[in-house]
C-alpha cells in the first residue's frame, strides 16, 4: 500500500476505461466518415459543376448555360497542333518501353531516357495549351450560323450530342413539373389529413387508410412509374406529358404529405378545438378557424421536404413525363392551350441521367455533365435546405 | 330509485336541470352510475370527489362534450335543460353548447388577440358588425372583471396575459355567447392563490345572471363558492345537498371521510 | 338576421337538428367529404395494383404460347443439341488455356520467343493442340443446320399468325364495303389510292384493266372526288389483296415440320461417335510432350479426366434427344416457374426469348447485401454516437445534415459513381499492395460493389433517422437506472439502450433494405447492368462483377419495348415482383414494431 491511501472515487485509468475510449472514438469516426463522404460528394460536384454555370468576367453567372436549350457540340481542334500532340505521345511511349526494357542494367542511358522523356512531357503540356487556346467549340445553332465553317484541312471536326447550348428547357420542365405535382399532392393530402386527424373514429377503415399510407411511403419510385405509366400515359390516353407527370408525382408525394400535415395538426393543443367548441362551433368551423391556421405553418415546411424527394426522382418520370431532348420550351408551338398540358418535358433528372450513361466522358461532355448535376443539386438542396431550417424556427416559435 | 319528474329530496325547488338515473361508459369501463339530481336555475352547485370519481365526466356530460371521445354511450337514463331532452337525436348540439357555456381546467385561449378570443364566438355565428362585436366584448370583459387590466392592450395575444387573466379571458369568452348555465372544470387548479381569489370573485358575480356548475378538488372552495354539492365516489353520487349539510352534517360515513380530510 | 335573438331564446331552441341536405346537418356532409378524400390512399394502392396485374396479365399466356412454340418448332431440340456443343466448347477453352500457360511458364524459365516458338510447335504439341481444336467443326455444322431449320419454322408460323391478324381485318373491311350504303371516308380514299397504284405493279392484271386503273390513279391524284363507281373498284382491290395475302400463308404442321429437325439422329449419333475417335487420337499425343512443369502436367491429366467424362456423357446426351417429344404437353406452371426461376433474360434474340427473374433478383440482392453490409453498421452507429455521446451542438448539426443528405437526388449520386466512384475504386484495385487479393485488379469499374457502396449512402440517412428515433424513444429512466448502478456509457447504451431499442432499429434496417432494393437510378447508372447471374465460385469477387437489378431493368428496357408485347408484359411482371417485396418488407417492418410495443407494456 502507498503511503497515501486514496479514496475509492479516484479517477483510475484501467482496461476497462480504454476500451470504453476506443469504442466511442469509433462511434465517432463511423459517424464523421458518412458526414465526410457526403461532404465530397457535395464538394466534388459544386467545384467542377461551377465551372460551367459561373464565369470569370460580368455577369459571373454563365447564362446561356442556363438559359440555352442542349444542342450537339461542335468542337474544331486545331489538325496540326494535335497531329504534333499524337506523335509527341508516341515518342514518349517508345522511349517508356525502351526504357522498362532497360531494367537496371544500364542507369546512365536510363537517366538520358528519363530526362527527354521530360523534356517531351513539357512540350506536350505547352501544346497541349496552345490547343485549348486555338480551338473553336459552337453549339449547333452557332455551327449552323457560321457563314464560313472551319477549313476542315486545318481542323479536326468531332461532334458530341447534348454537350453544347444549355440546360435552359430542363430547368423550367423541372420547375413545371414540381409546382403543378406539389399542388396536387397538398390538395389531396390536406384532404386526407384533415379526415385523419379531425374526424377518424378508429376502426377497420382507419387501420387500412394507415395501413395504405404506410405501403404506399414504400413503394419503389420505378413502380410508381409503371402505374402512371399504364394508367394516365396508355389508360388515359395522355401520353407522355406534363399532366402525366404531375399526377405520378403526386401519388408519390402523398404519403410525406399526408403524414406531415396530420403530424402537424395532432400537434394542436385539444384545447384549441374544445375551446371552439364549447363556445358552439361546428365541428367543422373548430378546424378551419382553429386547427388549420396554425397547423399550416408546419404543414408547409414538411410539405417542402416533399417536393424535394419529387423533384429528386427520375424513375417516375423516365416514361411518363420526360423527353431526352425537345427543342422547344413548353410555352411554344402550342397549337391549341391544352396542348400545354399534354406534351412531354425536359427535366434536369432526366437530362443527367441521359448525359451521364449515353455520351463519352470527355473533357467537351464533361462542363454539361458536371453543370446539370450542380444546378440540380442546387435546386433540389435549396429545397431541403428551407425545409430543414424552416422546420427548425417553427418549432421553435409555435409551442403551445 | 326516484320516479321521474318528482322533485329529489334536498334538491332545489327550481330546477334547471334534471338528471335522471344516468348511466355513462367508455367502452366497457362503467364512469357512472344512476345519477339522479337537480340543479337550481342560478345557484352555483359544486361537483367533488376524489380524482377518477367521474365528476369531470359527467359534467361534461351537460354539453355533450364527451361525444368527441370516442367509443362513449350512454346506456340509460336522462339529462333535461329547461325540460328538454339533451340526449335527443333531435338535439341540435351546436345549439345545446351555446345555451351551455364552459370553462376549462387549463386555460386554453386561442392563439389570437384578447380582443378575438371573446369575438370569435360572435363571428362563428356570422356576427360581422364591428361596433356589435366591440359593445359585447367590453361587456364581457367587464363581466368577467378583466377590463380594466386589458383595455389597452386588446389587440395583444392572449398568450402573453398571467394565468389568471387567461382563465378569466376563458370565462369572458363564454360568457360572449350569452349562455344560461356555465360549466366549470376545476377552473383554478392551475392558478396561484392571488389568481385564484379573483377568479372566485367573479363567479361570486356571475351567480347573479348564470347557473354555474363547478368541478372541484379544494373542498374549502367548494363551500365558499357554492350553494349545493354533490359528492361522488367511484361513478356514483354519494350525497347530494345544500352546502351546510354536506360539510357540516353529512349523512354517508364516506362523505364525513372525504370532507374532513380523511382520503382523497 | 339579429344576433339577440339567436343567442336568448324564449324557449331552448337546441331542440331541432336543422338538415341542409339528405336529411343530413352539414358537419356529417363534410365529414363524409374528408373521409371520401381519406380513402384516397387506398384507392392509389388498389389501383397501382389493378394498374401492374392489368398491364402483366397476359405476360403467362404469352410466354406460354411463346414456349410452347419453342417446343413444337423443336427450338427445345437444337437446344439440347447445344448442350454438347457448348461442353466441348468450354472443353477447347481449356485446352487454349492450358496451352497460354505453358507459354508463359517457358517465358518465364528464360527461353526466347524463338525458341518457345520451336517447342509449341512441334509435330505432336501441333497434332495435341490443333488436332483437338479440328473436332468440333462437323457436329457445329450439323447444328446450325438444324438450329436454321427451326428457326425457319418457328418464323413462318410468326408470320402466319400475323397474316391471319391481317386477314381478318381484310375481311372485316370488306364485309363493311360490300354493303351498297357504305360511304367511303378521307381513311379510305388514301388506302384506295395506296392499293391502286400497287395493283399497276401486278403482273396478273390485264392490260385493258390496267390502263383503266392507271387513269383512275392519276384523276385521283389531282383531287377528283371519289364515285359510286369507285366503290366496285376498291371492293375488287381488297379481294385481290385478300387472296394475295392469303397465299402467302404457308400453313406449317409442327409434327411434320419438325421431323425435319429431328431426324438425321443416326447421322449425329455417327458424328459424336467419330469425334470422340479422334479426340482420343489427339489426346494420345500429348504422351509425347514434356510440360517441363508438374502443375501443367497436372491440368493436362485432368483435362483427359473431363473429356472422359464428356465422351460417357454422349450416351445420356442421345438418350436425352430420342427422349425428346414435341408434342408433350408444356404445363402452365412450367410457364410461372421459368419466368421465376428462370436464369436467363434474353430478349429480342432471333431464337427464343427468355424472361428469367433470377438473374435479375440474383443481382438487386448482391448489391442490397453489399449496401446494407456498410450502411448497417454506419447508420445505427451513427445514429448510437449522436443519439448518446454526441455534444448537444454536434447533434443539432449531424441531424440535420444527414437529412440533407437524404434528399441529394439517387440519380445524381450515380452521376458521381460514374464519373468518379467508378474509377477511383479501380484504381484503388490496381494498387501493388492489394495485388494479393485474389480478384483484383477488378475487370469493370462499374460493378455490384460500386453500386452497393453509393447505395449504402442513401440507405444511412434512412436507417440514421429511423434508428435515432427508436433510441430517442427509449423513456430515460432505462438509461437513469444503468448509470445508478454504476455502468459506463458504453455498457449502457450496449446493455440497455440498443438491446430496448432493438426493434426500432431492425424495422429501421428492414426499411433501409426497401430503400435500396427498390432505388432504381444508381443501379442503372453504376451496376455495370450484365444480365447473367454472377458467378458465385469465385469467393468475394462475386461482389466485383457486373450485374443488372430488376429496377435497373424496367428503366432501361421500358422506353424501347412494343406496347402490349411480351417483353413489355414481362417487365410488368418484374414491376408486380417488386411491388410485392416492397409492401413485405414494410408490412414486416411494421409488425416487428407492434409486436415490440405488445412486450414493452
Redesign the interface.
Known sequence: MASEIPHSFVKRSSH??R??AL??N???Q??Y???L??AY?FV??TINGSKAVFQSTAPYVNVQFLTDKPQTLHVFEPRETYETMQQVRSQILVLETKNRGLGESDPELSNSYAQQIKALDAQYESLDAQRKETRLKYSDREYRALEVSPDLSNYKHDTYAYSGGGIGPAIIGTCLLVLGSIAIALV?GL??A???S?????GK?LQ??R?????????????????G???FV??FGWGVSLIAGWFTLA?MA??VI?TASEESMRAI?R???????????????SVR??VLP?ALPGILTSSI?GI??V?????PI??TAAYALRDQLPWEGLEHPSDFLFQGVMAL??H??VV??KIP?NEYTRDM??GT?FV??LI??F???TS??LR?RVRSKYK? | MNPKNTPLPSNPTNPIIEVRDFNFMYGSAQALYDISLDIGEKEVTALIGPSGCGKSTFLRCFNRMNDLIDNTRIPGGTIKISDVDIYHKDIDVIELRKHVGMVFQKSNPFPKSIYENIAYGLRIQGIKRKNEIDQVVEECLRGAALWDEVKDRLSDSALGMSGGQQQRLCIARALAVKPKIILMDEPCSALDPVATAKVEELIHVLKENYTIVIVTHNMQQAARLSDRTAFFYLGKLIEYGPNEQVFMNPENPKTEAYVSGRFG | MSAEKKVHPKQADFHRKRAIAFGKDSDSIIKAFFGSSATIAIVVLGLITLFLFKEGAGFLKLYHTSLKEYRLSGLEYVDILKEKRDDYTALSRYLTDIRADWINHLKDSGMSAKEIAVTVRTPEAKAFFMGYMRNGSEMRRFIKEKMDVAIEIRDQHTTNKNLGDTLANYTKKIEAVKNPNYILNEEDRARFILLLKESLNNGEISIEVRTERQFRYGELEQETPLEASDLLLYLQLLEEQYNATERKIKPIDFDMAVLEVTSNYDIYAEILRKQALSIQVALAHAEALNFSHPELAQRVLRFKELNELYFDSNDAHLEKLAQWDPSAKTLFLRTLASFLMGKEWITASDQQDWYGLLPLLVGSLLISVIALFFAIPFGVGAAIYVNQIASPLERNLIKPYIEFVSAIPSVVIGFFGVVVFGEAIRLFSQLDFLSWMPFFPIQERLNAFTAGCLLALMAIPTIFTLAEDAINNIPRHFKEASYAVGATQLQTTLRVIVPTALSGIISAVMLGFGRVIGETMVVLLCAGNRITIPDFSEGIGVFFQPVHTMTGIIAQEMGEVVHGSVHYRALFMVGIVLFFISLIINYSAQWVVKKYRKVGD
Do not use: H
Open positions: 476497462k476505461k476500451i470504453e469504442a466511442v469509433l462511434f465517432r463511423m459517424t466518415l458518412v458526414i463522404a457526403a460528394i466534388d460536384i389531396l384532404l386526407c384533415v379526415y385523419l379531425e374526424y377518424s373514429r378508429p377503415i387500412a387508410v395501413l395504405s399510407i404506410l405501403n404506399l411511403s414504400g413503394v419503389p419510385s420505378i413502380v410508381f412509374g409503371l402505374f405509366f399504364g394508367m396508355l389508360f401519388i402523398l404519403p399526408i393543443p384545447g384549441f378545438r374544445e375551446g371552439a367548441l364549447a363556445l358552439g362551433a361546428t365541428k367543422w368551423t378557424t382553429n396554425y421536404m424535394a424527394r423533384a429528386g426522382e427520375t424513375a423516365m416514361f433528372p432526366y443527367i441521367y451521364s450513361s466522358q455533365q458536371y448535376a440540380f443539386l433540389v438542396g429545397f431541403a435546405l430543414i431550417l427548425i403551445w
